[in-house]
């Protein structure tokens, strides 16, 4: 009778378990959305084709495209594992647009983020970012993507840790960048050899950048304030390193204003 009776504790507590695995699983993997912690000027969240003004605390949930004007700026929080994102002036990103696959983060049609993905340590966090043209595959890392024009042209700068780039539209071997490293991936050309980019004053200017952003007044009552006329000029705001505006070299041209929003 003592046997029996330990046996159907010992099964009763195989089936919690169980039961909690199985359930932990989807309740971490249901946890898609994003919630915008920092916001300056335009920024949008396109709802069927119909524009919802994004603040800060707004959710953004998986397959949502954000929109941001020309004086535009927003950094977002991913709630699954406190990873963040930034979205630059004259962008159009899309959240999680892969249904089922929690490593797809963001999926850039045009303009620029920068990211900041958290791990454990020791623990691998794989995510990757797309865009009309490349792959970038990361495992903890801080990143800069930027998509350039129409074509999908994209500019990829690494400030931390390793990513890899592949091109979606040629054949060819990714290649891996590191700190410091950057690469330009072309529609329908093979990657070329990833290039070194220490050019101190592109990097002082887009830190400058960056700073003038996260140092815009805000309103008493706690909301943003619109960055002056002209804040996204030369390409917007930028990330630390690794890219800048007009002809330096190792930098992507600014970006034009973005397509109209689709679905």
């Not at 507590?13 to 993997?29: E, H, N, W």
């Not at 953004?60 to 991913?78: C, H, N, S, W, Y």
Request: proline share 8%.
């Amino acid at each position: 009778m003592f046997r029996l009776t330990s046996l159907m504790r010992t099964a009763g507590i195989l089936v919690i378990t169980a039961a909690t695995v199985v359930c932990g699983g989807p309740l971490g993997a249901q946890d898609s959305s994003a919630r915008v912690t920092y916001q300056v000027g335009q920024v949008s969240l396109m709802n069927s084709g119909l524009p919802q003004i994004l603040s800060v605390g707004s959710i953004v949930r998986a397959q949502q495209m954000i929109v941001t004007g020309p004086d535009g700026f927003a950094k977002l929080e991913v709630l699954s594992d406190k990873s963040t994102f930034e979205v630059y002036p004259n962008s159009k990103v899309i959240f999680r647009e892969t249904p089922g696959s929690w490593e797809h983060l963001l999926n850039v049609w045009l303009g620029r983020v920068k990211v900041f993905i958290q791990h454990a340590p020791g623990v691998p966090n794989p995510n990757n970012v797309t865009s009309p043209t490349a792959v970038i595959s990361v495992r903890g890392t801080v990143f800069d993507v930027v998509v350039q024009d129409d074509d999908g042209t994209t500019f990829v700068s690494v400030d931390e840790g390793l990513v890899g780039v592949r091109n979606l539209t040629a054949l060819g071997n990714p290649v891996l960048l590191h700190p410091g490293e950057s690469i330009i991936v072309f529609r329908g050309v093979p990657l070329l050899a990833r290039q070194s980019n220490h050019d101190d004053l592109v990097r002082s200017i887009l830190q400058a950048t960056r700073n003038t952003i996260y140092g815009m007044p805000r309103s008493s009552g706690g909301g943003p304030v619109s960055v002056p006329a002209g804040g996204g000029s030369s390409g917007g705001a930028q990330g630390d390193k690794g890219k800048g505006g007009g002809t330096t070299p190792g930098a992507p041209p600014t970006p034009g204003a973005p397509p109209s929003p689709g679905n």
